[in-house]
Antibody
């Protein structure tokens, strides 16, 4: 059974960099057929997709955050990561990692597995 | 960006009754070359991550009760709960994965009347 687990600091100071890691267990992160995404949710609000990374290292970001986001993947350590620079209070949210389907014939698919989420607060 | 708009924002339904949530996309999410709608539905209970219910607009994920069904094509979609159970109280989101950036609806809160 595949499981995802987010980890990282729960408190980040304004203007600093938010760094999170998602560890994948129960399956190989390097196997084809999946993308690996970060999604966030401010308290009491909706979901915002941040970006995705593939086992190849290819990345796609939400244009609204692209100038501040970097995602990477380490298949040997079975994890993928998010870095968000120059954070403000508006970046305070629950951050989820999630697995998405991918196939050459159909392209990208929905998110079938999610981590439990980690709360990140931006405050001095 | 494709904007996803759900209606209503909230609804209260009696136990055993039908609940229907609508989702409209600002442009079509139907890909004619494979005849698929790139639309998913998720359920989120308090304190939990979203869980996938429906993908390709109408394909139920394995293990999801058959009282949940998805329909629609192009720009208009519906999630129907045929007989509401107490454990269905949650917020429901639609999401398009037709084009980047992937976007979600604002959510619909379902409660018991």
């Amino acid at each position: 059974q595949v499981q995802l687990q987010e980890s990282g600091p729960g408190l980040v100071k304004p203007s600093q960099t938010l760094s999170l890691t998602c560890t994948v267990s129960g399956d190989s992160i390097s196997s084809g057929g999946f993308s690996w995404s970060w999604i966030r949710q401010p308290a009491g609000k909706g979901l915002e997709w941040i970006g995705r990374v593939y086992a190849s290292g290819a990345t796609y970001y939400n244009p609204s955050l692209e100038s501040r986001v970097t995602m990477s993947i380490d298949t040997s350590r079975k994890h993928f990561s998010l870095k968000l620079t120059s954070v403000t209070a508006a970046d305070t949210a629950v951050y989820y990692c999630a697995r998405g389907f991918y196939s050459d014939s159909e392209g990208d698919g929905s998110f079938d597995i999610w981590g439990q989420g980690t709360v990140v607060t931006v405050s001095s | 960006d494709i904007v996803m708009t759900q209606s209503p924002d909230s609804l209260a339904v009696s136990l055993g009754e039908r609940a229907a949530i609508n989702c409209r996309s600002s442009q079509s999410v139907f890909y004619s070359s494979n005849n698929k709608n790139y639309l998913a539905w998720y359920q989120q209970k308090p304190g939990q991550p979203p869980q996938l219910l429906i993908y390709w607009a109408s394909t139920r994920k394995s293990g999801v009760p058959d009282r949940f069904s998805g329909s629609g094509s192009g720009t208009d979609f519906t999630l129907t709960i045929s007989s509401l159970q107490a454990e269905d109280v949650a917020v429901y989101y639609c999401q398009q994965y037709y084009s980047t950036p992937w976007t979600f609806g604002q959510g619909t809160k379902v409660e018991i009347k």
